[in-house]
């Protein structure tokens, strides 16, 4: 038998490649065993919290993650122990596998999902329904329930096991409490920024903005992550919290935007888009009619990022109290019948210290959110306080639950997922609110800044469940704001030392507002020269709003290409007004013109400005009455215009002469042009040479016609009476030796040097006509 079996194993063996055979072997997975060989999902569970007379409903799966065959199976649920305290509850959320006692008995077998066989692999559904009076429910509060999957297995055959279990939560409440809690909802509308500061379209009316990409338009789709928000969030009863930045750019979508291409061209975005944010913002409207409304400071910058690595560059608090005035109009595109509050500051996480409140106010809140686990209670205080509490300067702390405003922040992509959340929050919800019912306390609950559908509909449906008001009423923020503190409440903000350093590694590094102040000067230079300012104003401000965005933690790299973006863009405007290269120049004379031509590539007139020539060597070329001179341009939208300097010119050689394009202020705008001119004068010494010459031809002249008058007098007397003949001087004979030979006085006058101007013809200018410019072409932009 040895060899039999050993033949095959050593056939086997021959086959295996040397780099199978060198691998290292991998450890078999271990057997799944005892309560964990069946995987128990629970994948709905309703009511969420029950009354009198209802029916509790368990769904869920069976998985079989075993080898061995499972036989005399059943489903049950399980009662536990009443869980007395929110600590209690933390307790149990980290017990894993079947534990008797603290597991408590099965429910009556009637109420079991029977399973005859379940295989390796296998999978089954399952449903329980039970009674809430059979649950044998005892005193109100909280009880630990689980779903227990029972049965036999091939090993183990004699005995029942407990081979899989999952636990819950059931909040048990069937009357209202003495006091209910008053709970604050909030419901965050945030997004990622979806544009930088290009804009295209040549009129005010038309000027449309340049979308990276439709991500947005995923978002606000039907069924997109935005579109759920506001179709859940217009059900509950919530506070909306609303970065104005996604409403702005909802609205740039629903007029007509544009997307980036390639080469720097854009196209338009598709119609169905379009009409996607139009109806967004519709329905987002009819929502928060009469609603309470929190307006964050444009584009939700992080305060605590500003406060640590920012307060100390010039602009950056500057540019946070604009943002911070601007929320309330930007939402006016919502309607007018808001109950719109921009005295909120929500710092990330909640995580405050002194800088980040100090950095808060400065910008004009007067309520900070922040989290109990970044204001925690003392130990001594047996119970959680009331949210609101003041923190000094006339600022108020609304702390928000950090059990209650996290429940949600784990995938939520699997029905257990939510199913257990639900129920974890309701347990909290209720064992909040029985730590002391004599005492009434607000609670607010502030979750992620943008959750994912997944996660709103979950964060709904336990919402849905508090608003049957037993242990739970809501109100709105504001009025949480102004209940009145508990005395035993932790008042004491933590000092910068304290604040989280996961949190800290998330932040805008000071480079970035380093980078932004760069910017915004860059943006102040440029704005001088423009007739209509906002065009380019606007939305570069905006932009650098984006730029300090929460949602731009974990996301460095993003971040910084952002910034590198816009201040890119600015550069780019800031080219379009140029002076147009020149090549190098020839003068003559003792004056001259030098014409410097501007360009304007932008789509609204250039003004405030002057082009300044300057001559580097004066004493040999002066430009007017200094050695620089200046001319005010104002050019117009796509076009050109070129302006003429006179000069002076001292002395013969090359001048380096320098073009600069100055505001009215002096300060320098855009590249200098430098050509080199060679100057050549005409001195006083040529010019006497030259009239010189010229009196010596008329001279020569006038001798010349006197000797004619002369001879002519001569020859008509026939030399003393002589009659004239064919042989008689001036009859065609041979001149007497030593006289002039006669010719036509015509003859006699010299041209004029060629490139002379006509006798009377007004003087020509120093210089000649040859062109000492080059023009370059240049793109237009979208400005």
Request: charge should be neutral.
């Given at each position: 038998?040895?060899?039999?079996?050993?033949?095959?194993?050593?056939?086997?063996?021959?086959?295996?490649?040397?780099?199978?055979?060198?691998?290292?072997?991998?450890?078999?997975?271990?057997?799944?065993?005892?309560?964990?060989?069946?995987?128990?999902?629970?994948?709905?569970?309703?009511?969420?919290?029950?009354?009198?007379?209802?029916?509790?409903?368990?769904?869920?799966?069976?998985?079989?993650?075993?080898?061995?065959?499972?036989?005399?199976?059943?489903?049950?649920?399980?009662?536990?122990?009443?869980?007395?305290?929110?600590?209690?509850?933390?307790?149990?959320?980290?017990?894993?596998?079947?534990?008797?006692?603290?597991?408590?008995?099965?429910?009556?077998?009637?109420?079991?999902?029977?399973?005859?066989?379940?295989?390796?692999?296998?999978?089954?559904?399952?449903?329980?329904?039970?009674?809430?009076?059979?649950?044998?429910?005892?005193?109100?509060?909280?009880?630990?329930?689980?779903?227990?999957?029972?049965?036999?297995?091939?090993?183990?055959?004699?005995?029942?096991?407990?081979?899989?279990?999952?636990?819950?939560?059931?909040?048990?409440?069937?009357?209202?409490?003495?006091?209910?809690?008053?709970?604050?909802?909030?419901?965050?509308?945030?997004?990622?920024?979806?544009?930088?500061?290009?804009?295209?379209?040549?009129?005010?009316?038309?000027?449309?903005?340049?979308?990276?990409?439709?991500?947005?338009?995923?978002?606000?789709?039907?069924?997109?992550?935005?579109?759920?928000?506001?179709?859940?969030?217009?059900?509950?009863?919530?506070?909306?919290?609303?970065?104005?930045?996604?409403?702005?750019?909802?609205?740039?979508?629903?007029?007509?935007?544009?997307?980036?291409?390639?080469?720097?061209?854009?196209?338009?975005?598709?119609?169905?888009?379009?009409?996607?944010?139009?109806?967004?913002?519709?329905?987002?409207?009819?929502?928060?009619?009469?609603?309470?409304?929190?307006?964050?400071?444009?584009?939700?910058?992080?305060?605590?990022?500003?406060?640590?690595?920012?307060?100390?560059?010039?602009?950056?608090?500057?540019?946070?109290?604009?943002?911070?005035?601007?929320?309330?109009?930007?939402?006016?595109?919502?309607?007018?019948?808001?109950?719109?509050?921009?005295?909120?500051?929500?710092?990330?996480?909640?995580?405050?210290?002194?800088?980040?409140?100090?950095?808060?106010?400065?910008a004009g809140a007067t309520q900070v959110l922040t989290r109990s686990d970044s204001l925690s209670e003392p130990?001594?205080?047996?119970?959680?306080?009331?949210?609101?509490?003041?923190?000094?300067?006339?600022?108020?702390?609304?702390?928000?639950?950090?059990?209650?405003?996290?429940?949600?922040?784990?995938?939520?992509?699997?029905?257990?997922?939510?199913?257990?959340?639900?129920?974890?929050?309701?347990?909290?919800?209720?064992?909040?609110?029985?730590?002391?019912?004599?005492?009434?306390?607000?609670?607010?609950?502030?979750?992620?800044?943008?959750?994912?559908?997944?996660?709103?509909?979950?964060?709904?449906?336990?919402?849905?469940?508090?608003?049957?008001?037993?242990?739970?009423?809501?109100?709105?923020?504001?009025?949480?704001?102004?209940?009145?503190?508990?005395?035993?409440?932790?008042?004491?903000?933590?000092?910068?030392?304290?604040?989280?350093?996961?949190?800290?590694?998330?932040?805008?590094?000071?480079?970035?507002?380093?980078?932004?102040?760069?910017?915004?000067?860059?943006?102040?230079?440029?704005?001088?020269?423009?007739?209509?300012?906002?065009?380019?104003?606007?939305?570069?401000?905006?932009?650098?709003?984006?730029?300090?965005?929460?949602?731009?933690?974990?996301?460095?790299?993003?971040?910084?290409?952002?910034?590198?973006?816009?201040?890119?863009?600015?550069?780019?405007?800031?080219?379009?007004?140029?002076?147009?290269?020149?090549?190098?120049?020839?003068?003559?004379?003792?004056?001259?013109?030098?014409?410097?031509?501007?360009?304007?590539?932008?789509?609204?007139?250039?003004?405030?400005?002057?082009?300044?020539?300057?001559?580097?060597?004066?004493?040999?070329?002066?430009?007017?009455?200094?050695?620089?001179?200046?001319?005010?341009?104002?050019?117009?939208?796509?076009?050109?215009?070129?302006?003429?300097?006179?000069?002076?010119?001292?002395?013969?050689?090359?001048?380096?002469?320098?073009?600069?394009?100055?505001?009215?202020d002096n300060r320098a705008y855009g590249q200098p042009v430098e050509f080199s001119v060679d100057a050549t004068?005409?001195?006083?010494?040529?010019?006497?040479?030259?009239?010189?010459?010229?009196?010596?031809?008329?001279?020569?002249?006038?001798?010349?016609?006197?000797?004619?008058?002369?001879?002519?007098?001569?020859?008509?007397?026939?030399?003393?009476?002589?009659?004239?003949?064919?042989?008689?001087?001036?009859?065609?004979?041979?001149?007497?030796?030593?006289?002039?030979?006669?010719?036509?006085?015509?003859?006699?006058?010299?041209?004029?040097?060629?490139?002379?101007?006509?006798?009377?013809?007004?003087?020509?200018?120093?210089?000649?006509?040859?062109?000492?410019?080059?023009?370059?072409?240049?793109?237009?932009?979208?400005?």
């Amino acid at each position: 038998m040895a060899v039999t079996v050993a033949v095959p194993l050593l056939g086997l063996l021959t086959h295996l490649t040397p780099a199978q055979a060198d691998a290292p072997r991998q450890p078999a997975a271990a057997e799944p065993t005892g309560s964990r060989t069946v995987d128990v999902q629970l994948t709905g569970l309703t009511p969420e919290a029950p009354e009198a007379g209802n029916t509790v409903t368990v769904t869920g799966t069976l998985t079989n993650r075993s080898k061995q065959t499972i036989t005399e199976a059943h489903v049950a649920l399980r009662v536990g122990q009443l869980l007395t305290s929110r600590s209690a509850i933390d307790v149990a959320d980290d017990r894993s596998g079947y534990t008797p006692g603290l597991d408590g008995n099965e429910i009556a077998d009637k109420y079991d999902h029977k399973v005859g066989k379940l295989t390796p692999k296998q999978k089954e559904n399952f449903t329980l329904s039970v009674p809430v009076k059979d649950l044998q429910l005892g005193a109100d509060g909280v009880y630990q329930i689980g779903v227990s999957f029972d049965g036999r297995t091939s090993s183990v055959p004699w005995q029942e096991q407990v081979l899989g279990i999952k636990r819950t939560y059931l909040p048990w409440q069937p009357e209202p409490t003495a006091r209910q809690s008053q709970t604050t909802a909030l419901w965050p509308l945030i997004s990622s920024a979806r544009i930088g500061a290009r804009t295209v379209g040549g009129g005010d009316d038309d000027q449309n903005s340049v979308f990276e990409n439709d991500d947005l338009a995923k978002e606000i789709l039907p069924g997109g992550r935005l579109d759920r928000m506001v179709a859940l969030g217009k059900e509950l009863d919530v506070t909306w919290v609303i970065d104005p930045d996604l409403i702005n750019t909802v609205a740039d979508m629903a007029d007509g935007y544009r997307l980036a291409g390639k080469d720097g061209k854009t196209v338009a975005g598709s119609k169905k888009n379009k009409d996607a944010a139009a109806s967004w913002l519709d329905t987002l409207g009819k929502a928060l009619a009469g609603r309470s409304v929190v307006a964050l400071p444009y584009g939700d910058p992080d305060l605590a990022s500003i406060a640590h690595n920012g307060t100390k560059v010039p602009t950056t608090l500057a540019r946070l109290k604009t943002a911070t005035d601007i929320g309330r109009p930007t939402l006016s595109i919502l309607g007018s019948d808001l109950k719109l509050s921009t005295d909120y500051a929500w710092p990330a996480d909640g995580a405050i210290d002194r800088s980040i409140v100090d950095v808060a106010t400065s910008a004009g809140a007067t309520q900070v959110l922040t989290r109990s686990d970044s204001l925690s209670e003392p130990d001594s205080l047996l119970y959680t306080p009331s949210a609101a509490r003041p923190i000094g300067g006339g600022t108020t702390a609304i702390v928000t639950d950090t059990r209650l405003s996290t429940a949600f922040e784990g995938s939520m992509d699997s029905p257990q997922s939510v199913t257990l959340a639900v129920q974890r929050f309701l347990a909290q919800s209720l064992a909040l609110t029985r730590q002391d019912e004599q005492k009434q306390r607000t609670v607010v609950i502030a979750p992620q800044r943008t959750p994912t559908a997944a996660q709103a509909e979950a964060m709904a449906t336990a919402l849905r469940a508090l608003q049957g008001g037993r242990w739970s009423l809501f109100q709105e923020l504001d009025k949480a704001a102004k209940t009145k503190a508990d005395p035993q409440a932790n008042t004491r903000v933590p000092p910068r030392s304290a604040y989280p350093g996961s949190l800290r590694k998330q932040e805008l590094p000071t480079a970035a507002f380093t980078s932004l102040h760069a910017t915004q000067k860059g943006l102040d230079s440029f704005q001088e020269i423009l007739q209509s300012r906002d065009r380019v104003v606007t939305p570069f401000g905006l932009a650098m709003d984006r730029a300090v965005a929460t949602t731009w933690r974990g996301r460095a790299g993003q971040a910084a290409t952002y910034r590198t973006d816009v201040r890119g863009y600015l550069d780019s405007l800031v080219r379009q007004v140029r002076l147009i290269p020149k090549t190098d120049a020839k003068l003559s004379g003792h004056s001259a013109t030098i014409p410097v031509t501007v360009q304007n590539n932008l789509l609204q007139d250039a003004q405030h400005l002057k082009v300044r020539l300057t001559s580097t060597k004066p004493t040999r070329l002066k430009i007017g009455e200094r050695p620089w001179e200046e001319r005010a341009v104002k050019i117009g939208a796509g076009h050109s215009q070129t302006v003429k300097f006179d000069t002076t010119i001292n002395a013969n050689g090359p001048v380096l002469v320098t073009a600069q394009l100055v505001t009215d202020d002096n300060r320098a705008y855009g590249q200098p042009v430098e050509f080199s001119v060679d100057a050549t004068e005409v001195t006083s010494t040529v010019m006497l040479v030259i009239a010189g010459g010229v009196l010596l031809l008329v001279l020569a002249g006038l001798r010349m016609y006197t000797q004619r008058k002369r001879r002519a007098r001569e020859d008509g007397t026939g030399g003393g009476g002589t009659p004239a003949g064919p042989h008689a001087p001036g009859a065609g004979g041979p001149a007497p030796a030593g006289e002039d030979t006669p010719r036509d006085p015509a003859a006699g006058t010299p041209e004029p040097p060629a490139g002379n101007p006509p006798e009377g013809s007004p003087a020509a200018p120093d210089t000649g006509s040859e062109n000492i410019e080059r023009s370059g072409t240049g793109e237009r932009v979208d400005r």
